[in-house]
């Protein structure tokens, strides 16, 4: 039999003198462990969430990879690349890609009889992944696009909307000016479209590959570039260095060298501030991990002063130090135990609440959302539940040996 996990179970279960000072301790101790997992919980699930949410948004207009014309990342002019379908099938091919689409791109002048607005004009085709966007339409729906006729539909932000007062089937006019002049194209208002990620929404809207390739004036088989989805956006590096190996500073036919770039690499500052999110995660671990410590080293020390006849009886009837230990360690193991259930079903409770109800708001102009956004992880749940449960049976080690110095004669007298 395992004497100290016995008498620890004997002492957790002994509720018949609630006068007891321990009562209360253990009480707040339990409360210590549970607030402190569930504020863990929560936080870990907020900022997941925050960040999966933040970078799906960013891939839904990037994707993971961009094949583009080496000059393009260092010009403020971007420049062509064959994207035929032989290169298609190509990067199809490598180890790692899901899905290639076809991009072009131009600059136009918005304009209604009261306003104007300088928008990027991105061309899609009907390979382009349109699931980001289509859910994310506010009004009016998403259009077929098409690379080989124009069918004069167009997808803008609400935020574009709000300024030029349009909206869902209205019509507006399309100003584009280069070396042979102005150009005025004729667009129908598809739908309407918002992110609340401003940087996008203020510049982005799309229509069919085919109308800005022809109004760039370029040959039927040059792009903006290609745009690339991996299965597995924690393997980006491990694919864009297969695309550096077959694909980077090889040529295409009119003598362009590619090059490619991941979204890290074109977002840098989007993505440099949700790392930052981690140290804010870890901080707030460390705090809370420091809380459960404390309480549940000022409960030990309580309990062990208001057990110490207790502890004197069995020094006297022959227990070792260590084997008392162990009994207070049990002990607090059972009072952490409980504290972690009850720290579960508090954040896992709260998490899943936010995740259906959406309860918590935010300002979707400082935060990109308008809720807060949770994610529940099982697998660092579970750690947070070990490392809680491991890092608070290590603290109390050293408190512990106070029982040492409790002398049998005099504690068996202690009131």
């Not at 000016?177 to 004729?186: C, P």
């Not at 800005?212 to 980006?236: H, I, Q």
């Not at 297969?242 to 840098?268: L, M």
Request: with cysteine; charged share 20%.
């Amino acid at each position: 039999m395992n004497l100290p996990l016995y008498i620890a179970r004997r002492i957790y279960s002994d509720t018949g003198d609630h006068r007891k000072v321990s009562r209360p301790a253990i009480s707040i101790a339990t409360a210590g462990i549970a607030i402190g997992l569930a504020v863990m919980i929560i936080t870990v699930a907020v900022v997941i969430g925050f960040k999966h949410t933040i970078r799906d948004k960013a891939i839904g207009f990037g994707c993971h990879i961009q094949v583009l014309n080496f000059m393009t990342p260092n010009s403020y002019t971007p420049s062509p690349i064959c994207i035929s379908d032989s290169m298609m099938k190509a990067i199809g091919s490598i180890e790692g890609v899901s899905h290639v689409q076809r991009v072009d791109q131009t600059q136009t002048i918005l304009k209604t009889d009261d306003d104007f607005l300088g928008v990027m004009l991105k061309g899609v085709g009907p390979e382009y992944d349109l699931r980001f966007l289509t859910e994310s339409l506010v009004e009016g729906k998403m259009p077929a696009f098409s690379d080989n006729k124009s069918n004069n539909n167009l997808v803008i932000s609400k935020i574009m909307a709000d300024k030029l007062k349009v909206k869902s089937g209205d019509r507006i006019f399309s100003y584009f000016i280069d070396d042979s002049g102005v150009r005025a194209r004729r667009f129908t208002i598809s739908g309407i479209y918002q992110t609340n990620m401003t940087r996008f929404d203020e510049a982005i809207c799309l229509t069919d590959l085919y109308t800005v390739a022809k109004l760039n004036s370029r040959e039927p088989d040059m792009f903006y570039g290609a745009e690339v989805l991996t299965t597995d956006f924690d393997k980006v590096d491990e694919v864009e260095e297969r695309f550096i190996e077959k694909v980077n500073k090889t040529q295409d036919k009119y003598g362009n060298t590619y090059t490619t770039q991941t979204i890290q690499e074109a977002y840098p500052q989007l993505f440099n501030w949700l790392e930052l999110l981690d140290i804010n995660v870890w901080i707030i671990l460390g705090l809370m991990v420091c809380l459960s410590g404390i309480t549940m080293i000022s409960g030990l020390l309580i309990i062990i002063l208001e057990r110490t006849s207790m502890i004197g009886t069995l020094k006297a009837l022959g227990a070792r130090n260590r084997t008392i230990r162990h009994t207070f360690l049990w002990f607090s193991a059972f009072i952490i135990s409980r504290g972690l259930l009850i720290g579960d079903a508090l954040g896992i409770g709260l998490v899943i609440i936010q995740k259906y109800t959406g309860l918590v708001k935010l300002d979707p102009q400082t935060y990109y959302v308008s809720e807060a956004p949770v994610e529940l992880n099982v697998a660092i749940v579970v750690a947070l539940n070990i490392a809680t449960l491991v890092i608070s049976i290590l603290v109390l080690i050293a408190p512990s040996f106070f029982i040492s110095y409790i002398n049998p004669a005099k504690s068996m007298r202690y009131e």
